[in-house]
C-alpha cells in the first residue's frame, strides 16, 4: 500500500507491543473501575447503566455477529475458527494495483513463521504469491 514494506518497530508495535497493552489496559480498567463522580458529586446509578448501555451497542453486535458466524460452520470448534477468521476468495484490496503484495488467503504460517513475518516483513523462501487454494483443501 505504501510502496514499501513497514519499518520493523511498527511492525513488531502492531503485532505484539499494542495487543498485549491493550488488554493490560482493558485489564486494569475493569479491575480498578469505580462508578463515576464530581467533586463530592456521585453520579446516579441510571447514569452509569446508561453509559454501560452505550458501550454494550458497540460491543455486543461484534460478539453475535462472530457468534452467528461460528454456528454457520460445520466442523469442530477449531476448524469453525480457522475457517471464520480466513478471508473470502472473493476479498482483495480495493485497487487491483495492491493485488500482488498481499498474503494470498491460501497460505497459513506457523506461529513461528508469523512471528518472523512480523519482524522481518518478509515470507519464508517457498512463499509464492499465486497459491491459490480452495477453502476445503486448506483444512486438511
Known amino acids: 500500500m ?25 485489564i486494569v480498567s475493569v479491575y480498578t473501575y469505580r462508578p463515576p463522580t464530581l467533586g463530592s458529586y456521585t453520579y446516579p446509578v441510571y447514569a452509569t447503566a446508561i453509559g454501560w ?3 454494550m451497542l458497540s460491543v455486543v453486535p461484534i460478539i453475535l455477529y462472530a457468534g452467528r458466524e461460528l454456528l454457520r460452520q460445520k466442523g469442530s470448534l477449531k476448524k ?5 477468521t480466513r478471508p473470502t476468495i472473493d476479498w482483495s484490496p480495493a485497487c ?6 498481499f498474503i494470498s488467503h491460501g497460505d497459513r504460517l506457523s506461529f513461528r513463521e508469523l512471528i ?7 515470507r519464508g523462501k517457498n512463499y509464492s504469491t499465486d497459491s491459490q487454494k480452495e477453502p476445503e483443501t486448506m483444512l486438511s
Not at 469453525?80 to 471464520?84: A, E, F, H, T
Not at 487491483?96 to 503484495?101: G, H, M
Not at 518472523?116 to 518478509?122: A, S, V
Open 96 to 101: 487491483q494495483d495492491q493485488n500482488l503484495p
Open 80 to 84: 469453525r475458527l480457522m475457517v471464520s
Open 2 to 26: 505504501l510502496g514499501r514494506p513497514l519499518p520493523a518497530l511498527i511492525r513488531f508495535s502492531c503485532a505484539f507491543i499494542m495487543p498485549i497493552f491493550l488488554l493490560f489496559l482493558l
Open 53 to 55: 448501555c452505550f458501550f
Open 116 to 122: 518472523l513475518f512480523n519482524l522481518c516483513g518478509k
